[in-house]
């Protein structure tokens, strides 16, 4: 449809076709999910940071939305820390020459947290962290 700066515009021309429910629905859905989901960052721990940072809320679902979301950010870091870790483990074991033994060990391999992981892995988030300075 081509329209020129004369023409008028019919709204019901760009009217949305198929849309089942409103967005104060989808929100109302969201929120009857997280009354039965249990986040991992439980809510007094969520209210009592919450409050610390000087946020007051009377709704409990406000803070069940924000542990949510503190799960997932926790949760990006650390698959992001695990890719660092695989990425640097790779890059030490390719260097060698091993047989398929050696090859089967690094597939079934526990990693540990590092904060040579760590750091690139937050600072992807924007977060800068630093090593303290020890004092002799």
Not at 117 to 124: C, F, I, N, S, Y
Request: aromatic share 6%; with cysteine; charged share 25%.
């Amino acid at each position: 449809m081509v329209v020129s700066n004369d023409d008028e515009i019919d709204s019901s021309e760009f009217a949305l076709e198929g849309l089942e429910s409103a967005p104060g629905d989808a929100l109302s859905e969201l929120l009857q999910h997280l009354e039965d989901y249990t986040p991992t960052v439980p809510d007094a721990v969520a209210e009592k940071y919450l409050h610390m940072a000087g946020f007051e809320t009377v709704d409990p679902r406000i803070v069940r939305i924000i542990a949510v979301t503190a799960q997932k950010f926790i949760s990006d870091v650390a698959n992001d820390a695990l890719q660092h870790c695989k990425t640097r483990s790779n890059s030490q074991h390719s260097g060698g020459h091993g047989s398929n033994k050696d090859k089967k060990s690094i597939k079934d391999r526990k990693y540990t947290l590092a904060i040579e992981d760590l750091t690139p892995a937050l600072a992807d988030h924007g977060i800068t962290m630093r090593k303290p300075q020890y004092f002799v």
